[in-house]
């Protein structure tokens, strides 16, 4: 039997010591989204249907292959932490370990290929 006040059970960061730090990086990645996604949309729409060569003279500029590279990065970060949390409130035991390593390894599989497929898009 445990005997501890409300307030000495909600101190710190929670059971985990890490409650506080997933639920601020998810804001702020929500937070920059919101304001890369319509960036985004507006810079990939003026290249899209464009042939080859328009698009990669496009994107061989600075601001639409920063833009694409952020939104792509913070996108897949905050898809990452989210399948996380979903994964640890969903699955128990070897399956949430399973689970929480391949959509990590997803995340950042898709994050290296996108980076690459717009770095060799873009030199």
């Known amino acids: 039997m445990r005997y501890l006040t409300d307030r000495k ?9 890490t409650g506080t730090e997933h639920f601020w990086n998810m804001q702020v990645s929500a937070v920059a989204l919101a304001v890369l996604v319509p960036i985004f ?24 292959a920063i833009v694409t590279a952020l939104t792509l990065v913070v996108g897949l970060t905050h898809f990452k932490n989210g399948a996380q949390i979903m994964i640890e409130d969903y ?7 399973a689970l929480i390593i391949g ?19 873009a030199l």
């Open 9 to 17: 059970r909600a101190a710190g960061l929670g059971s985990a010591k």
């Open 41 to 64: 949309i507006f810079t990939f729409g003026a290249a899209l249907g464009g042939t080859y060569e328009e698009v990669t003279a496009y994107f061989a500029r600075p601001f639409p």
């Open 91 to 97: 699955a128990e035991g070897l399956t949430r370990k």
């Open 103 to 121: 959509t990590i390894w997803l995340s950042y599989a898709a994050m290296a290929t996108g980076l690459f497929a717009l770095i060799k898009l």
